[in-house]
């Protein structure tokens, strides 16, 4: 447990973002001070040491260096020790599957850090299930491991970084596994913001559908009705404008059922932009407070109009969401 818990502070390491923005890696300061074991672990070697001792260091100056050939080493290095470990029925802490899995990532083996990927969570389902009919199993569910919630936000960042650009499979296998160990500890709804940030509306959606509204938690962690709406509006940009409607038409489905409140007509002061008001005095300021009333949901975040070059569809969803027609 000790060897677990004290692993949990390197998953930032583990994960070898910001490397190229370092102008140097010292190791000392970067790997920090080394862990001591406790007396249980005095006379083995722990996956603390061997990530701070060996592989971090290693793997770290490698990225730094660009060494291509340095980086496939430590990745079969690492790869072996994480085999070895579940041989011995050990269970690798999620730092050394963090550092794993972004190796894999840095030498390109897509195809091998899917299998990967396919396999920690097909031996999660197994694992699961086996517990479910009590029967005995030397594994564990990830929400069993110490710093799982972290594994699987470290995850998230993996998939969405610009730095380690995962192909979109790879990208989903990592949000997919990241979102079942939220789910699992349940976190749900820390996994809905995870969504949202990675721009997976439709996960998020699909994930809130069995609440019948949105609750407190939900609304604290990021996960309200204005952060779907625009994260819908985003990813419309690259769809054509039948699907865009759709979205928008299955986003408001969803929201009547997850947070009615949003749609609550109410008024209230706006500044209005005069500039192109032909009529406008030259005594009257360029910007004017208006009251208008419209719904919640349109006073906290502006329709994307520009989206939709069908005046009538424009319309049509704008009065769906409770937006005021025009404001004068």
Known sequence: KWDHESTISL?????????????????????????????SCAEALTQTEMLQMILLPHAMTAVKDRNSEKIRFVSS??????????????????????????????????DEL????????????????RKQ??????????????????????????ATNSETEPSSSIKKQLISLATMILMEGGSTSVAVKYLLTADQ????????????KANKETAEVGSQAKDFFRVAAKTATDQNESDRCKSFYHLHCFLKQYDPACFARDKRKMKVSRMDDK?????R????????????????????????????HCRRLRSMFGYADSVK
């Not at 085999?83 to 999620?94: A, D, H, K, N, Y």
């Not at 509306?201 to 019948?212: H, P």
């Not at 009529?279 to 005594?283: I, L, Q, V």
């Open 201 to 212: 509306v439709n996960d998020a959606i699909t994930l809130c559908s069995k609440r019948s």
């Open 285 to 312: 300021k360029d910007i004017s407070t208006v009251v208008v009333e419209q719904s919640a949901l349109a006073h906290e975040i502006r329709f994307p109009d520009e989206l939709f070059s069908s005046p009538h």
């Open 133 to 158: 009919l009590d029967l005995p199993t030397r594994n564990r569910l990830y929400s069993e491991n110490p710093g799982a919630a972290a594994f699987a936000g470290t995850l998230f960042l993996i």
């Open 11 to 39: 998953l930032p390491k583990s994960s070898l973002v910001g490397l190229d923005k370092t102008t140097d890696v010292n190791l000392t300061s970067t790997i920090g001070e080394v862990m001591i074991p406790n007396s």
């Open 279 to 283: 009529n406008k005095s030259a005594f």
């Open 114 to 129: 899917a299998s990967f990927l396919s396999a920690r969570e097909t031996q999660r389902t197994i694992t699961k299930r």
């Open 77 to 110: 290095l690492s790869i072996h020790y994480l085999i070895e470990l579940e041989r011995l029925f050990q269970i690798p802490c999620v730092a050394l599957e963090m550092l794993v899995i972004t190796l894999l990532l840095k030498v390109g083996e897509e």
